[in-house]
């Protein structure tokens, strides 16, 4: 396990990315908002990303994330796991 900032410059087969995050006030933190280090993280998967995360929460509290999300539910990759 790494983190972003650890993989610059290193290309792996398979990337697990977790954004887990998830509250009321849709806040993101961050790391979110940062472009270049999110670029860096969904950057280095040379065949498969699996990504984390509340997506209410991502696509409420982070500009930069709003469009990849957008797009990824547009192309229907996003799967909702049910509520507990």
Same mark, same amino acid.
């Given at each position: 396990?790494?983190?972003?900032?650890?993989?610059?410059?290193?290309?792996?087969?398979?990337?697990?990315?977790?954004?887990? $995050?998830?509250?009321?006030?849709?806040?993101?933190?961050?790391?979110?908002?940062?472009? $270049?280090?999110?670029?860096?993280?969904?950057?280095?998967?040379?065949?498969?990303?699996?990504?984390?995360?509340?997506?209410?929460?991502?696509? $409420?509290?982070?500009?930069?994330?709003?469009?990849?999300?957008?797009?990824?539910?547009?192309?229907?990759?996003?799967?909702?796991?049910?509520?507990?």
């Amino acid at each position: 396990m790494c983190t972003i900032d650890r993989f610059q410059g290193r290309d792996k087969s398979a990337i697990i990315i977790s954004l887990v $995050r998830s509250n009321k006030e849709g806040k993101s933190g961050r790391l979110l908002q940062d472009f $270049r280090r999110l670029n860096v993280a969904f950057s280095r998967a040379k065949q498969k990303m699996i990504v984390i995360g509340s997506f209410s929460t991502l696509q $409420r509290g982070s500009d930069v994330m709003r469009p990849v999300l957008d797009s990824l539910r547009q192309r229907n990759w996003v799967y909702t796991l049910p509520s507990v």
